[in-house]
């Protein structure tokens, strides 16, 4: 059975319209696999959604009914979190020092512990995860780091950068 680990830049689609909305539904609506995400992307997909609100003048309601969804797939099981521990945080900072000053990238904290969480999920489980991202920069850096490669598959959603399809 696969496993899929969305961060919150892939996963807001499939709440929020968009051309990539489709894609990510199937995922996570497929019972065939798992799909998890990390304890700290709840906490990003509200700011996720009240960002498309503000940027699409949509008010609190429209807020709430994506929100609610959103916890209606985790409560029915559809998206299983994934609680970070204080290792998943080491190994996070792990990622940040070398990322960020040996690669000289930008990474964001939560985007560090959100790939660490899905790497040594995959590790425990023996079992390659297939790595849902919309960030450009960070589905980069993953790519290029042994450990991350090795173990996920990396799928990035959307056109990549000048709308060059990254290899995968």
């Known amino acids: 059975m696969p496993i899929y680990f969305l961060d919150t830049s ?3 689609h499939r ?3 968009s051309v990539f909305s489709r894609r990510i539904r199937r995922i996570v609506s497929d019972r065939r696999g798992t799909c998890y995400i990390a304890d700290v992307t709840v906490l990003e997909m509200a700011r996720a959604l009240a960002n498309r ?3 699409n003048g949509w008010g609190i309601n ?3 009914a994506m929100n609610l969804t959103f916890l209606q797939d985790i409560e029915s099981g559809r998206l299983k979190v994934r609680t970070t521990t204080v290792r998943d945080v080491l190994r996070a900072r792990h990622l940040l020092r070398f990322a960020v000053v040996s690669m000289r ?3 964001h904290s939560a985007d560090a512990l ?3 969480c899905c790497l040594y ?3 425990e489980l023996k079992q390659k995860a297939v790595f ?7 589905y980069l850096i993953l790519r290029d780091i042994g450990a991350f490669r090795s173990s996920l598959k990396l799928r990035f959603v959307g056109p990549g950068k000048g709308g060059i399809p990254p290899e995968t």
Not at 132 to 138: E, T, V
């Open 10 to 12: 892939a996963l807001q």
């Open 15 to 17: 709440y929020v319209e």
């Open 53 to 55: 609100c503000r940027q």
């Open 62 to 64: 429209r807020f709430d």
């Open 105 to 107: 990238k930008n990474l």
């Open 114 to 116: 959100i790939a660490t």
């Open 121 to 123: 999920l995959a590790q």
């Open 132 to 138: 849902y991202s919309h960030d450009w920069a960070l």
